[in-house]
């Protein structure tokens, strides 16, 4: 069902031709995330991270109230059941390691913004969002044999608040996501985000 919905959204995404009064802006951004404690715990993660991302979102003038947005992001853990590995460098030295825990989740958002000011350069969104965590894994970097444990978070759908204002080619926005289902390990979120349309 999930990945139906990402299917349906990236061919939205896909059909859209370059009309006149497009808008594209890219994003980027940092989030503090909030993942369910239970789920967090089972995994030997805090329930507290972070992710720096990348999105790029479409509307257009003539119904300037809607707008997609894609994007991913990388998504840093705070490991409690960290391990540590003896590796083999290039040269034949050898030396331990610690593992870290990451991964990665694309996303697909879509729902209304509100224009806001006589410059309209504020607005307001209220939007559905869904969202996949495809790679999620406590590792040692960089290293193509050693050991790897799979980490069980998965991210669903979510509702997203948000006001962003722009200055010249530059915008600012706070957007606030909230997961509907946290058993899947992503609670909520709070996204910072810096960009610039093209």
Partial sequence: MLRGAIKIL?????????????????DGYFSSITLEREKAFQEGVDDDAYSL?????YANDNINWLMLTGGLELLF?????????????????????????NGVMAYLEFGPRLVL????????????????????SRSISNCSNCYEEDIDLNGGYYFQFGVAHSADSVSVGVYFNRYLNEDSGIKNSLRLSIGTGF
């Fill in 10 to 26: 990236l061919l939205a995404v896909i059909s859209v031709s370059a009309n006149a009064g497009d808008q594209w802006i890219w």
């Fill in 53 to 57: 991302g990348t999105s790029v979102s």
């Fill in 77 to 101: 853990y705070e490991d409690n059941d960290a391990f540590t590995q003896v590796v083999e460098e290039p040269d034949g030295d050898r030396k331990s390691e610690s593992s870290d825990a």
């Fill in 117 to 136: 000011g006589k410059r309209q350069s504020t607005f307001l969104t209220a939007r559905a969002g869904v969202s996949t965590i495809f790679e999620s």
